[in-house]
């Protein structure tokens, strides 16, 4: 059984930062293209960030760019988006997603194959 749990979610001021974390069990996290989304209330789901089987290759959305880092580390099975300079339009709920096997980053929700549940991230200006 696949799961994606992800932790760090929490309040904070505009100008701090996060650590996401999203820890991956049940499948081939070395093989698998992790990736980040997230969905504010009223608002479809949006693409954040990718990264590709080995980190070799990351992609993010224009509206995080330079501010947020997605990581990896293949031997704790656990995918990582950093967090800076947070945003009020930051406030959403964030997503870990993964495609496996898949070693592309990709940017669109219905490539990936798993969902983690989510954690709320409210940035307060």
């Known amino acids: 059984q696949v799961q994606l749990v992800e932790s760090g979610g929490g309040w904070v001021q505009a100008g701090g930062s996060l650590r996401l974390s999203c820890a991956a069990s049940?499948?081939?996290?070395?093989?698998?293209?992790m990736g980040w989304f997230r969905q504010a209330p009223g608002k479809e789901r949006q693409f954040v960030a990718s990264?590709?089987?080995?980190?070799?290759?990351?992609y993010y959305a224009d509206s995080v760019k330079g501010r947020f880092t997605i990581s990896r580390d293949n031997a704790k099975n656990t995918v990582y988006l950093q967090m800076n300079s947070l945003k009020s339009g930051d406030t959403a709920v964030y997503y870990c997603?993964?495609?496996?096997?898949?070693?592309?980053?990709?940017?669109?929700?219905?490539?990936?194959?798993?969902w983690g549940q989510g954690t709320q991230v409210t940035v307060s200006s």
């Open positions: 049940g499948l081939p996290f070395s093989v698998s293209a």
């Open positions: 990264i590709n089987w080995s980190g070799s290759s990351t």
């Open positions: 997603a993964a495609k496996s096997p898949g070693r592309r980053t990709l940017t669109v929700a219905n490539e990936y194959d798993y």
